[in-house]
T-cell receptor, first 114, second 108 residues
Framework: DTAVSQTPKYLVTQMGNDKSIKCEQN?????MYWYKQDSKKFLKIMFS???????INETVPNRFSPKSPDKAHLNLHINSLELGDSAVYFC?????????????FGSGTRLTVV | AQRVTQPEKLLSVFKGAPVELKCNYS??????LFWYVQYSRQRLQLLLR??SRESIKGFTADLNKGETSFHLKKPFAQEEDSAMYYC??????????FGAGTILRVKS
Protein backbone atom coordinates (compact mmCIF):
# COMPACT_ATOMS: atom_id res chain seq x y z
CA ASP A 1 0.00 0.00 0.00
CA THR A 2 1.42 3.34 -1.04
CA ALA A 3 1.54 5.69 1.94
CA VAL A 4 1.43 8.98 0.00
CA SER A 5 0.10 8.72 -3.50
CA GLN A 6 -0.03 11.43 -6.13
CA THR A 7 -1.85 11.49 -9.43
CA PRO A 8 -1.02 11.92 -12.17
CA LYS A 9 2.63 10.87 -12.27
CA TYR A 10 3.23 12.82 -15.47
CA LEU A 11 1.33 15.79 -16.83
CA VAL A 12 2.03 17.54 -20.12
CA THR A 13 -0.14 20.50 -20.92
CA GLN A 14 -0.22 23.73 -22.89
CA MET A 15 0.33 27.21 -21.55
CA GLY A 16 -2.82 28.84 -20.30
CA ASN A 17 -4.54 25.61 -19.29
CA ASP A 18 -5.82 24.81 -15.80
CA LYS A 19 -4.78 21.53 -14.18
CA SER A 20 -5.02 19.72 -10.86
CA ILE A 21 -2.73 17.32 -9.05
CA LYS A 22 -4.18 15.08 -6.37
CA CYS A 23 -2.53 13.74 -3.24
CA GLU A 24 -3.78 11.24 -0.71
CA GLN A 25 -2.13 9.76 2.37
CA ASN A 26 -3.23 6.71 4.33
CA UNK A 27 -0.89 7.20 7.27
CA UNK A 28 -3.33 9.02 9.52
CA UNK A 29 -1.05 12.07 9.49
CA UNK A 30 -2.47 15.46 10.39
CA UNK A 31 -0.24 17.62 8.21
CA MET A 32 0.28 17.65 4.47
CA TYR A 33 2.60 19.67 2.25
CA TRP A 34 3.29 20.60 -1.33
CA TYR A 35 6.89 21.06 -2.41
CA LYS A 36 8.18 22.16 -5.80
CA GLN A 37 11.42 20.75 -7.22
CA ASP A 38 12.68 22.93 -10.05
CA SER A 39 14.96 22.06 -12.96
CA LYS A 40 18.01 22.63 -10.74
CA LYS A 41 16.59 20.11 -8.24
CA PHE A 42 15.99 22.82 -5.65
CA LEU A 43 13.16 21.84 -3.28
CA LYS A 44 10.97 24.58 -1.93
CA ILE A 45 7.87 24.39 0.20
CA MET A 46 4.72 25.87 -1.27
CA PHE A 47 1.89 25.06 1.12
CA SER A 48 1.17 23.20 4.30
CA UNK A 49 -2.17 22.14 5.75
CA UNK A 50 -2.78 20.89 9.26
CA UNK A 51 -6.12 19.19 9.79
CA UNK A 52 -7.55 20.83 6.67
CA UNK A 53 -6.36 24.26 7.76
CA UNK A 54 -3.77 26.23 5.79
CA UNK A 55 -0.73 26.91 7.99
CA ILE A 56 1.95 27.74 5.46
CA ASN A 57 1.54 29.69 2.27
CA GLU A 58 4.91 30.65 0.87
CA THR A 59 5.26 33.31 -1.80
CA VAL A 60 3.49 31.32 -4.43
CA PRO A 61 1.52 32.98 -7.25
CA ASN A 62 -2.18 32.96 -6.53
CA ARG A 63 -2.68 30.90 -9.68
CA PHE A 64 -1.82 28.02 -7.35
CA SER A 65 -4.65 27.05 -5.04
CA PRO A 66 -4.45 24.15 -2.63
CA LYS A 67 -7.57 22.41 -1.42
CA SER A 68 -7.89 20.00 1.47
CA PRO A 69 -11.32 18.35 1.59
CA ASP A 70 -10.20 16.24 4.55
CA LYS A 71 -6.95 15.63 6.37
CA ALA A 72 -6.08 12.68 4.14
CA HIS A 73 -6.20 14.68 0.93
CA LEU A 74 -4.41 17.76 -0.33
CA ASN A 75 -4.96 18.72 -3.94
CA LEU A 76 -3.19 21.40 -5.93
CA HIS A 77 -5.01 23.33 -8.61
CA ILE A 78 -3.05 25.52 -11.01
CA ASN A 79 -4.72 28.13 -13.22
CA SER A 80 -3.34 29.67 -16.39
CA LEU A 81 -0.26 27.49 -16.50
CA GLU A 82 3.02 29.12 -17.50
CA LEU A 83 6.25 27.66 -18.86
CA GLY A 84 7.97 28.39 -15.55
CA ASP A 85 5.55 26.12 -13.74
CA SER A 86 7.30 23.13 -15.28
CA ALA A 87 8.74 21.20 -12.36
CA VAL A 88 8.26 18.12 -10.24
CA TYR A 89 5.69 18.64 -7.51
CA PHE A 90 5.99 16.52 -4.39
CA CYS A 91 3.30 15.97 -1.84
CA UNK A 92 4.33 14.98 1.69
CA UNK A 93 2.72 14.31 5.03
CA UNK A 94 3.79 14.25 8.66
CA UNK A 95 2.22 13.48 12.01
CA UNK A 96 2.85 16.98 13.29
CA UNK A 97 3.71 20.23 11.52
CA UNK A 98 7.28 21.04 10.74
CA UNK A 99 9.20 18.17 12.20
CA UNK A 100 11.23 16.14 9.78
CA UNK A 101 10.42 13.03 11.73
CA UNK A 102 7.84 11.10 9.81
CA UNK A 103 7.83 13.24 6.67
CA UNK A 104 6.69 10.82 3.99
CA PHE A 105 6.90 11.97 0.42
CA GLY A 106 4.90 10.97 -2.60
CA SER A 107 6.63 9.88 -5.77
CA GLY A 108 6.12 13.25 -7.44
CA THR A 109 4.20 14.65 -10.39
CA ARG A 110 6.33 15.78 -13.29
CA LEU A 111 4.54 18.74 -14.85
CA THR A 112 5.67 19.93 -18.27
CA VAL A 113 4.11 23.07 -19.71
CA VAL A 114 4.61 23.51 -23.45
CA ALA B 1 15.41 32.82 9.19
CA GLN B 2 16.15 29.20 8.46
CA ARG B 3 18.73 28.49 5.81
CA VAL B 4 20.58 25.37 4.71
CA THR B 5 23.66 25.50 2.53
CA GLN B 6 25.11 22.58 0.63
CA PRO B 7 28.14 24.03 -1.10
CA GLU B 8 28.79 21.19 -3.51
CA LYS B 9 26.40 20.59 -6.37
CA LEU B 10 28.20 17.41 -7.40
CA LEU B 11 30.55 15.10 -5.56
CA SER B 12 32.23 12.36 -7.53
CA VAL B 13 34.21 9.63 -5.78
CA PHE B 14 35.52 6.18 -6.56
CA LYS B 15 34.00 3.08 -5.06
CA GLY B 16 35.58 2.36 -1.69
CA ALA B 17 36.65 5.96 -1.12
CA PRO B 18 35.41 7.97 1.86
CA VAL B 19 32.53 10.36 1.32
CA GLU B 20 31.69 13.61 3.04
CA LEU B 21 28.71 15.65 1.94
CA LYS B 22 28.80 19.09 3.48
CA CYS B 23 25.88 20.88 5.08
CA ASN B 24 25.87 24.16 6.97
CA TYR B 25 22.83 25.78 8.48
CA SER B 26 21.67 29.10 9.78
CA UNK B 27 19.10 29.17 12.56
CA UNK B 28 19.01 31.08 15.82
CA UNK B 29 17.23 28.44 17.88
CA UNK B 30 17.76 24.72 18.39
CA UNK B 31 17.33 23.07 15.03
CA UNK B 32 16.35 19.58 14.07
CA LEU B 33 18.54 18.43 11.19
CA PHE B 34 18.01 15.68 8.68
CA TRP B 35 19.46 14.09 5.61
CA TYR B 36 17.13 12.93 2.87
CA VAL B 37 18.11 10.87 -0.16
CA GLN B 38 16.50 10.75 -3.60
CA TYR B 39 17.54 7.89 -5.86
CA SER B 40 17.08 8.36 -9.57
CA ARG B 41 13.47 9.36 -10.32
CA GLN B 42 12.24 8.14 -6.95
CA ARG B 43 10.65 9.82 -3.98
CA LEU B 44 12.62 11.45 -1.21
CA GLN B 45 13.36 9.19 1.71
CA LEU B 46 14.54 10.10 5.17
CA LEU B 47 18.10 8.86 5.64
CA LEU B 48 19.19 10.27 8.99
CA ARG B 49 18.10 12.64 11.70
CA UNK B 50 20.49 14.13 14.20
CA UNK B 51 18.31 13.34 17.20
CA SER B 52 18.63 9.60 16.77
CA ARG B 53 22.41 9.57 16.19
CA GLU B 54 22.00 6.44 14.11
CA SER B 55 23.93 4.97 11.21
CA ILE B 56 21.91 4.09 8.15
CA LYS B 57 23.46 2.28 5.17
CA GLY B 58 26.84 3.09 6.66
CA PHE B 59 26.16 6.85 6.72
CA THR B 60 26.55 8.97 9.84
CA ALA B 61 26.13 12.66 10.53
CA ASP B 62 27.09 14.66 13.60
CA LEU B 63 25.57 17.97 14.52
CA ASN B 64 28.30 20.52 15.26
CA LYS B 65 26.60 23.54 16.79
CA GLY B 66 29.85 25.52 16.99
CA GLU B 67 30.40 25.24 13.26
CA THR B 68 26.66 25.07 12.48
CA SER B 69 27.30 22.00 10.37
CA PHE B 70 25.74 18.60 9.85
CA HIS B 71 28.01 16.86 7.37
CA LEU B 72 27.10 13.41 6.08
CA LYS B 73 29.90 10.84 6.06
CA LYS B 74 30.53 7.31 4.93
CA PRO B 75 33.92 5.61 5.18
CA PHE B 76 33.61 3.49 2.03
CA ALA B 77 31.35 4.56 -0.83
CA GLN B 78 29.37 1.99 -2.79
CA GLU B 79 27.93 2.35 -6.28
CA GLU B 80 24.39 2.07 -4.94
CA ASP B 81 24.98 5.22 -2.88
CA SER B 82 24.79 7.29 -6.07
CA ALA B 83 21.85 9.63 -5.56
CA MET B 84 20.84 13.19 -4.71
CA TYR B 85 21.29 14.03 -1.04
CA TYR B 86 19.43 16.85 0.67
CA CYS B 87 20.22 18.33 4.04
CA UNK B 88 17.14 19.74 5.75
CA UNK B 89 16.36 21.81 8.81
CA UNK B 90 13.23 22.08 10.90
CA UNK B 91 13.03 25.07 13.21
CA UNK B 92 9.90 26.53 14.65
CA UNK B 93 8.32 27.54 11.40
CA UNK B 94 6.17 24.48 10.87
CA UNK B 95 8.17 23.56 7.80
CA UNK B 96 11.17 21.63 6.62
CA UNK B 97 13.69 23.75 4.76
CA PHE B 98 15.95 21.97 2.30
CA GLY B 99 19.40 22.75 1.00
CA ALA B 100 20.01 22.83 -2.74
CA GLY B 101 21.12 19.20 -2.75
CA THR B 102 24.34 17.41 -3.65
CA ILE B 103 24.54 14.77 -6.34
CA LEU B 104 26.79 11.93 -5.24
CA ARG B 105 28.30 9.85 -8.03
CA VAL B 106 30.21 6.76 -7.09
CA LYS B 107 32.39 5.50 -9.90
CA SER B 108 33.59 1.92 -10.25
Amino acid sequence: DTAVSQTPKYLVTQMGNDKSIKCEQNLGHDTMYWYKQDSKKFLKIMFSYNNKELIINETVPNRFSPKSPDKAHLNLHINSLELGDSAVYFCASSRTPGTGVGYTFGSGTRLTVV
Amino acid sequence: AQRVTQPEKLLSVFKGAPVELKCNYSYSGSPELFWYVQYSRQRLQLLLRHISRESIKGFTADLNKGETSFHLKKPFAQEEDSAMYYCALSGNGNKLVFGAGTILRVKS
